[in-house]
């Protein structure tokens, strides 16, 4: 099955620094990437997602990039905000309807 | 967008008794749904995929009888965890496929048992 690592577990940045998450997953069949920022307390909400036909895509201060040769993905955050700290998780599917494999999860903390 | 609705937010049960969670798609239908559970400072571990009309799917390791999932209709996917001990503490959490590509997922139940 799938198998998806990220990268890193814990990430402290100053506000207004970029911030870089990464994951690598396995399957090459998987074809949909999102990726979710998750509050204490609270269901995961989708931030961002990009699927295998796409090499990179951006919403605002938040972008996406897909290597499906080397079969990893990355989360790119820019001028952070504190209001940003929160737990992020990538994951994978093979196609709609399909599970979702999740990363670990990265801690983000975003310093004043 | 494509909301999912889970309810109770959080649930005090005593060691026993059976607790029942709520997942509710509002503004569309959800033939499947997957429920999660997650410890602290954990990813989300899939416990079973939910599926409008049949059985549902577990996961390897999950017991059927404890954790009953119901899917009777195409908006609403129950989770109930029978004769709960304080093991089964824990955050739950459902997901349904939206519209598009996206999973929606609910806002979780914390579930904790005395």
């Known amino acids: 099955g799938e198998n998806v690592e990220q990268h890193p577990s814990t990430l402290s940045v100053q506000e207004g620094d970029s911030a870089v998450i990464k994951c690598t997953y396995s399957?090459?069949?998987?074809?949909?990437f999102p990726w979710y920022k998750q509050e204490l307390g609270k269901g995961p909400q989708l931030i961002i997602d990009?699927?295998?036909?796409?090499g990179e895509k951006k919403d605002q201060r938040i972008a996406v990039t897909l290597n499906k040769t080397a079969k990893h993905f990355s989360l790119h955050i820019t001028e952070t905000q504190p209001e940003d700290s929160a737990v992020y998780f990538c994951?994978?599917?093979?196609?709609?309807?399909?599970?979702?494999?999740f990363g670990k999860g990265t801690m983000l903390l975003v310093s004043p | 967008g494509a909301v999912v609705s889970q309810h109770p937010s959080w649930v005090i049960c005593k060691s026993g008794t059976s607790v029942k969670i709520e997942c509710r798609s509002l503004?569309?239908?959800?033939?499947?749904m997957f429920w999660y559970r997650q410890f602290p400072k954990q990813s989300l571990m899939l416990m079973a995929t939910?599926?409008?009309?049949?059985?549902?799917?577990?996961e390897q390791g999950v017991e059927k009888d404890k954790f009953l999932i119901n899917h009777a209709s195409l908006t609403l996917s129950t989770l109930t965890v029978t004769s709960a001990h304080p093991e089964d503490s824990s955050f739950y959490i459902c997901?349904?496929?939206?519209?598009?590509?996206?999973?929606?997922f609910g806002s979780g139940t914390r579930l904790t048992v005395v």
């Open positions: 997901s349904a496929p939206g519209q598009s590509y996206g999973y929606t």
């Open positions: 399957d090459s069949a998987s074809n949909y």
């Open positions: 990009i699927r295998s036909n796409v």
């Open positions: 994951a994978a599917s093979e196609r709609r309807y399909s599970t979702l494999t």
């Open positions: 503004d569309f239908q959800a033939t499947t």
């Open positions: 939910s599926n409008e009309g049949s059985k549902a799917t577990y």
